[in-house]
């Protein structure tokens, strides 16, 4: 799939896609920087609210960090996909894992409308 010069993500977000970091934010060039300062607490509470729905949602973790957040989706009906976090500096982490076309999947499997995500159109 063509890459996305624009960097939007509006069309994800128009189609249900949240993406979500564990720390919302970082000192520039230092990564973690601005872990332990509370936003964990944040986005914690946001997935435990995202699994009380009862619709399905499709968690995508990428990277070590989110992988540990699986423990906080307890709802059967909820589907959970891991992945090597999609940095340059870890390429084949995620190489080969497709969790696009996974998560469409899980999706079509629970009657739900998958997603387009390709951003190059329109």
Do not use: C
Request: proline share 7%.
């Amino acid at each position: 799939m063509p890459v996305s010069r624009s960097g939007n993500l509006t069309p994800w977000a128009r189609q249900g896609v949240l993406l979500l970091n564990a720390v919302l934010t970082v000192r520039q060039a230092s990564p973690g920087s601005h872990a332990n300062k509370g936003w964990e607490d944040f986005t914690d509470a946001t997935i435990r609210a995202l699994d009380a729905r009862a619709e399905r949602v499709v968690f995508l973790l990428w990277g070590g960090y989110a992988r540990k957040k699986a423990a906080l989706v307890t709802n059967p009906v909820h589907v959970v996909l891991e992945a090597g976090h999609p940095s340059p500096m870890n390429p084949r982490g995620f190489l080969g894992s497709r969790p696009f076309s996974a998560a469409n999947k899980a999706l079509a499997d629970a009657g739900l409308p998958t997603i387009d995500w390709d951003l190059t159109a329109g």
